[in-house]
Every structure is written in structure tokens, then in C-alpha cells.
């Protein structure tokens, strides 16, 4: 019962998912903002929200036990960019590698992947250090997660104004297909848009935190903690909207949307939720956790490499699959 609830609200995620980044696609369009805009930015924080929805109510609203609300919490905030960095960019390139071949070059725009990554590098590292700062040191353990969340600040700054030039360099938003509300009369305009990304919020909530009830019983079951439950189980079903909507972006040519899509969520992910971690759990270096943040930075750098270098190849997006698989054999062993 307990991993058909699981099943359940995995579903009513992709679902919402869905329903909020097909509103946010005609929300760039008419807005006429760039693809990098809606991909990382506006895609990417809308698919992040089942994953940023599960630590905070599990944090704020979850379990009565207050441990388990603290290692759900830790769990699912690294896991998140953990998983995105490895699974998720390993599983869009398999998407396109038999139509492209294993040599064949994806060709994502090059500013804002360079941009996305290296805010996520940067902020990624202070939730590292943060690790290691005492908890009788408060202040400074809230001045790294306040600097966190400055850094998402000007990284979205930055964003919104590359924008324009990116427009007119042909990176336009252009949605995929008719929004789902318009589909039952309703007409295309900012009112029925809103509405819609409210719908898509309200399933996602919903979908949260049914994951939350299900995975203290689900650990159990399985005989893990519910830390390493969170680290690797609720972010593949909870990634799976960026998973999904990446895979198709690219098996259409959109390069752009399928990368920003993936590397923005990962700076969201990096910034906001790490600081709200930092100030409200333990954040302490246990093994599990520092591995998988080693794995994620190590991911990142390799991307970052990729882009300044030689370009990113399909093969080399496979080595970001094998970092996942190895960091799987590291904590399970």
C-alpha cells in the first residue's frame, strides 16, 4: 500500500509538472523572452517545485518525528542537484544517441550554459563548506546561506538581461503546442495562463506531500535510512518533470531548452534550498551526504570543462551517468 501511494503521487507529479511547464511555454512566448530565460529560469524552477515542495514541508509540516523530517529534508535537498547533474543530463543524451551517434555534438547555447553553471559551481560550494562550520558558529552558518541566496539573486539578474539579445539572435521562446486549458474553450490569454500555472502549483503541493507520508513507512520496508531513501529515491521521481521534458526539448533540436532546463533547476537547487537547509537541519558531514556532494561537483566541473573545451559530444554526457552508478556502488556497498 505503502509503495502504491508512492506510485500514485508520482503520478499526480508528472501530471502537474505537465500542466505548469506547458503554461510557463506560452508564458515566455507571450512575454517574448529568450529560450535560456524560460529554460532556466522559468522551466526550471517550475519543474523544481515537487522537489523543493517535499524538504520544506517535510521540514515545516512533515512526520512527528523530527529526525526523520530533518533527513528527509537533507536528503531530498542534495539529492535533487545530485541527480540532476548525473541521471538526468546522462539520460537526455541517450535520448538523441541513436539519431546522433555517440560522436554526435549537442549544441545548447553557450553563454547561458556557462552562466548556469558556474553559479551553481560557486553556490554549490559555500553548501559545502557550510558542512563544516560548527553549529555554535550561527552567524556565519546563516551568512553562507544568506550569501546562497544573493547568488540566485544575481544569477537571475543576469539572466533576465541577456535576454533581449538572445531574442534577437534568434533564441526565442516558442511553446510546443496549444496550452491544455485552451483546449476546452478557454481562450489564450495572461488570466487563463495564470490559472493554469495555479493548477499546476496546487497538484504539485498535493503530490509533495503524499511523497512525504509515504517515505518514513517506505524506509522501513526497505531497511535504509531515511536519508539515503531521500538522497536516491525521491529525487528520481521527483526529477522525472525535467527528466521528461529535457528528453523531449532535445529529440526536437531544442538544445537550448533541454540543457537550461536541467543546469537551471541545478542552480535553484544549488542556492535557494541548500541555504533554507543550512539554517533549519543538523547539515552535518555525514558520508552518504559528502560523497554525494563530491559526485555533484564533480559532475558540474566536468560539464563546465566540456563547454569551455570541446564542445559537449553525446559520449561525453554517458560519464556523467557512470558518476551516478559509482556514487550508487559507493553508498550502498
Known sequence: MVFFQLFLMLIVILIAAEVFTNALEHLGEKLGISEGVTGSLFAAVGTALPETMVPLLALLAGTQNVATNEEIGVGSILGAPLMLATLSISLMALSVWKRRGTQGHLRPERTGLTRDLNFFIIAFSFAAIAMYVPHTLSIIRYGLGACMVMIYFIYVMMTLNASKA????????????????????????????????????????????GFINGVEAAAHIIGISALLLSLLIIPIATELPEKVNSILWIRKGKDTLAFGNITGAMVFQGTLLPAIGIMLTPWAPRQEVVLGIAMTMIAAIWLRYLVAKSGIRVWHLLVNGAMYVTYLVLVLR
Do not use: S, Y
Open 166 to 209: 538572445l531574442v534577437e539572435d534568434g533564441h526565442a521562446t516558442e511553446a510546443g503546442g496549444a496550452m491544455f486549458l485552451c483546449k476546452i474553450g478557454l481562450p489564450n490569454n495572461m488570466i487563463v495562463i495564470m490559472i493554469q500555472l495555479v493548477l499546476g502549483v496546487a497538484l504539485l503541493i498535493a503530490g509533495a506531500k
